[in-house]
């Protein structure tokens, strides 16, 4: 928030019908899907919606040095290399850096790094199943994550370890190299359709190969994988995003089994407790995400090569969730309390937690229902200076956008519903860290639409509707209308 700023702030609804706010709805638009729409009179620096942080987030791989995997700061805007504080899967908690929280007698890496030791503390409240809990069963799946990304750009020898390479059937293979070569030859693109009949015969490829399953020691299932090549960074940021989203929904699950966490509610911040007036009103709980819009099939048209991405991302969690699970050295690997009564109420609580997950991705349903609503909907994490929307373009493969650095991009839900215009009346800012809020440029009208602008406004038209294709339409706000009938008057 901007110091020099007078902000109204209003309060949020409680209305179950309309989730987002008191004094706006989401109804139909004119001109096809939803839009946000002002209920009444609102006056200008009114911030009219305040998301206290993402349902899903990535940040780059080569950036987690350098931005806080909670509050999103990036080390270089205040004058440091990289954040000093990591979080390990260890026991001891050094003195004057917290820089662990896991169990004794590892030293494994999980992605993450912090700006400070308070920033850690949120993380974890927020992603731990129970008070004191530490956040352990999240941390040791993103080891795992971290130590399979490692050892499959290494040697087969270090594959081998960790359950080695499957066979993709052939059918599969040659469908896959067959879209990857669209992003070498993008001509050949035009004369090749995708379509939602070609997407979902893909995918029911994949699921077919998957559904074989062996049985490992102490009687755990586990599934096959079947990824035969080290996946690119991108690939691995994509896997990530989604096992956020996973994660997300599994402990939103576990919470709803277990009672709600005792947890302090904190107005405005991340730390609040699970009633009806909780932080889901602004995160969003899985069936609010899933009320996004889908835009599997126009990303996958413009970008072919995305879904063998996808894919390959898909079966590294399932890899890296079933190596968890047939790990033999873990105790929590019982098939049933019954048979281990000696198991812990944590270590329980990680193997439902895993089981969750697993059972989450038996199928690809729910990772192609967060592919699905990445693009288009989600907000990128930029470095300061960027005069952009805040969400991600792709070209040849690479995210950028213009002269800024793209350090990550996460899902703010209820943010999602605002769509562009080239005179917006809206803008968004950093809140409280993690979150972001949306504040009033001008005074709006009862029955308005209420739109930020997805890219910098200040080009003028036809380099304006270039930069939006990346949301799939082409803009005819009033502005875009009047200096189109300019250009060709």
Known sequence: MNNHEHTTELPLSTSKSNPHSSFYEILSTPYGGRGAFSQNFVPKNTTILTCAGPYASVIIRKFRKEVCAFCFAYAHEHGKIKWPVKALLSAPIHKGRKSIVGKPGSNQETGLWFCSEECLDRWVEINQLSPGERAHCVLEILSVFERVAIAIGKSKKDIDMLGGLGQMPEALRSRLAFLDSKLEDKSSSAHFEVTQEYIDETWALVDGCTEQVSKGKHGVTTVGSIWQEPLGEFELDTARFVLDGLLRKTIEGFESRSGPPSLPCVEGSYIVDHTENSIHKTQGRWSDFLQLQNNELPYTRSNPYMLPASIRAYLFLKHVISSLLSSQHRRILAP????????????????????????????????RAILGRDPGNVFGLWEIGTPTKDAYALEDGILKRGENELLGWAAYVFGSYFNHNCRPNLKKRSANGRGVEFYTLKDISAGEELCISYIDEGQDVENRNKQLRDWFFQCACERCSAELAQKFR
């Not at 309390?337 to 349903?365: C, F, G, I, N, Y």
């Open 336 to 367: 049933s309390r019954q048979e281990h009564p000696s198991l812990s109420k944590e270590d329980k609580k990680v193997t439902t937690v895993l089981r969750s997950l697993q059972a989450a991705l038996d199928t690809s349903t729910d990772t």
